[in-house]
């Protein structure tokens, strides 16, 4: 009647400092025609990839590249460590938490040598995507890990 009973919408934050470009400007059409979610890509300044969300680490993928993480109302929220990443087969990557694992926010999952991704070809861009849900409040240019990119309706 009065909001009282409206859901506040979840804030997911940088999961890593860089520059917040939209997901259509991604070079994979995997992310750029949202068949993976909807989200935004970080062109990260560093290595260090922490929790965009509190919850638990649903999947972490073998070759360290991607995760997902679920929070307690359900929501999804995967990060991609840069494109074709999964060539590398876990190079390049240090895996901080594992699945099952319960994270808060900003609480650090990867480091990843971006140095050595680029040295191998691999473009470093990471989206961060949320799957069957719409997202809100996009945030775009040079950010710091842990401020909010987007909100989910």
Known sequence: ??????????????????????????????????????????????????????????????????????????IEVMVHIGLDTVELKGEGFKVLKQEGDKV???????????????LKGKDIVTPIVVSDKSITNIRLGQIESGEPIFEVK
């Open 1 to 74: 009647m009065f909001g009282f009973f409206k859901k506040k919408p979840i804030v997911v934050v940088a999961p890593v400092s860089g520059e917040v470009i939209k997901l259509e400007d991604v070079k994979d059409d995997v992310f750029s025609q949202k068949l993976a979610g909807d989200g935004v890509a970080i062109i990260p300044s560093n290595g260090e990839i922490v929790s965009p969300i509190e919850g638990v680490i649903t999947r972490l993928f073998p070759t360290h590249h991607a995760f997902l993480i679920t929070t307690k109302d359900n």
């Open 104 to 118: 808060k926010v900003n609480t650090p999952i990867i480091r990843v040598d971006l140095e050595y991704l680029k």
